[in-house]
């Protein structure tokens, strides 16, 4: 069972950027599909971005061009990268990792990114 800990958001102005982190207990070598999510209040979770072993990337619509994914597997760790963000990126951001299927007992505490505008 995979253990998930992600950090870096805050609070920031319309335009500004964060960098999030995602630290996993496992090697991530091996692990096929990394992904980050996010949940906005009264909303359900969504997908924002996806990154495979082999270095495919795909985004949401609406984060296209702004946000950029990344994985390190030497320190097992996925990044997102998040410029120009705008108000409606207001959520908690969660990670998950898909060696078959999302490991929806993984979830971690997430972390708040809160865009002011």
């Known amino acids: 069972q995979v253990q998930l800990v992600e950090s870096g958001g805050g609070l920031v102005q319309t335009g500004g950027s964060l960098r999030l982190s995602c630290a996993a207990s496992?090697?991530?070598?091996?692990?096929?599909?990394m992904g980050w999510f996010r949940q906005a209040p009264g909303k359900q979770r969504e997908l924002v971005a996806t990154?495979?072993?082999?270095?495919?990337?795909t985004y949401a619509d609406s984060v296209k061009g702004r946000f950029t994914i990344s994985r390190d597997n030497a320190k097992n760790t996925l990044y997102l990268q998040m410029n120009s963000l705008k108000p409606e990126d207001t959520a908690v951001y969660y990670c998950?990792?898909?060696?078959?299927?999302?490991?929806?007992?993984?979830w971690g505490q997430g972390t708040q990114v809160t865009v002011s505008s």
């Open positions: 496992v090697r991530i070598f091996s692990i096929n599909y």
């Open positions: 998950n990792v898909r060696p078959k299927a999302w490991s929806t007992n993984s």
């Open positions: 990154i495979t072993s082999g270095g495919t990337i």
